[in-house]
């Protein structure tokens, strides 16, 4: 079964400070994908980055930035220079490609595990 | 701009009175999803469709219900609301192929 664990549940920076959101995920699947939402105050979910379990690669858009290690079974988000729009609740999730729900033969659709997220607070 | 839309975004319904929350989307997508998101907690699916084809999580109550007219619109029916449905209600959608979700605002279900 899929499983995400996010231990940090409130985190608190001034504005500035670099901040790392940690997420460790479980699967026996070795085809999955991994994602960042990100939920602000308003409370619409954000999509942030999908990552491909076949990809390693680490990304970096603008301020933010992804470290995906499978041999740790993580996939870390650090926000550098954090703002106070960046106060938010960041979820990570995880996507099985083998329990994909198959409802019609054409396709079928991805049900996505979410971590309990983290709470992030950036204080001017 | 192609989006998920919802209203309301904020919902009062009385103990026991049927209240009916709505979900639209231009991204043309296939899937649809209503999520439950109570303060602090990780949203929690209760149903999905792909196109027209209904999937209804293990652990949804009999009290919600859903509807999916077109490709368009997504309707979540709870026929009782008692006080412990008060939540987020979230709205999603992913294209058949793709694997991340677009969310729509939320509707914040208030009961009393």
Request: with cysteine.
């Given at each position: 079964a899929q499983k995400v664990t996010q231990a940090q549940t409130e985190i608190s920076v001034v504005e500035k400070e670099d901040v790392?959101?940690?997420?460790?995920?479980?699967?026996?699947?070795?085809?999955?994908?991994?994602?960042?939402?990100?939920?602000p105050p308003s409370g619409e979910l954000v999509f942030l980055i999908r990552r491909n379990s076949f990809d390693e690669q680490n990304e970096i858009s603008g301020r933010y930035s992804w470290n995906f290690q499978k041999s740790t079974s993580s996939f870390n988000f650090t926000i550098t220079a954090s703002q106070v729009v960046d106060s938010a609740v960041y979820f990570c999730a995880l996507s099985e490609a083998g329990v994909r729900r198959l409802i019609k033969a054409s396709g079928g659709s991805y049900i996505p595990t979410f971590g309990r997220g983290t709470s992030l607070i950036v204080h001017p | 701009d192609a989006m998920v839309i919802q209203n309301?975004?904020?919902?009062?319904?009385?103990?026991?009175?049927?209240?009916?929350?709505?979900?639209?989307?231009?991204?043309?997508?296939?899937?649809?999803?209503?999520?439950?998101?109570?303060?602090?907690?990780?949203?929690?699916?209760?149903?999905?469709?792909?196109?027209?084809?209904?999937?209804?999580?293990?652990?949804?109550?009999?009290?919600?219900?859903?509807?999916?007219?077109?490709?368009?619109?997504?309707?979540?029916?709870?026929?009782?609301?008692?006080?412990?449905?008060?939540?987020?209600?979230?709205?999603?959608?992913?294209?058949?192929q793709s694997y991340e979700q677009y969310f729509g605002p939320g509707t914040r279900l208030t009961v009393t």
């Amino acid at each position: 079964a899929q499983k995400v664990t996010q231990a940090q549940t409130e985190i608190s920076v001034v504005e500035k400070e670099d901040v790392t959101l940690d997420c460790v995920y479980e699967t026996r699947d070795t085809t999955y994908y991994l994602f960042w939402y990100k939920q602000p105050p308003s409370g619409e979910l954000v999509f942030l980055i999908r990552r491909n379990s076949f990809d390693e690669q680490n990304e970096i858009s603008g301020r933010y930035s992804w470290n995906f290690q499978k041999s740790t079974s993580s996939f870390n988000f650090t926000i550098t220079a954090s703002q106070v729009v960046d106060s938010a609740v960041y979820f990570c999730a995880l996507s099985e490609a083998g329990v994909r729900r198959l409802i019609k033969a054409s396709g079928g659709s991805y049900i996505p595990t979410f971590g309990r997220g983290t709470s992030l607070i950036v204080h001017p | 701009d192609a989006m998920v839309i919802q209203n309301p975004r904020y919902q009062v319904t009385q103990f026991g009175k049927p209240v009916t929350l709505s979900c639209s989307q231009t991204l043309n997508h296939n899937v649809m999803y209503w999520y439950q998101q109570k303060s602090s907690q990780a949203p929690k699916l209760l149903f999905h469709y792909y196109d027209k084809d209904f999937n209804n999580e293990a652990d949804t109550p009999d009290n919600f219900q859903s509807r999916r007219p077109n490709t368009s619109f997504c309707f979540l029916d709870i026929r009782s609301p008692g006080l412990g449905d008060a939540a987020m209600y979230l709205c999603a959608t992913s294209s058949g192929q793709s694997y991340e979700q677009y969310f729509g605002p939320g509707t914040r279900l208030t009961v009393t």
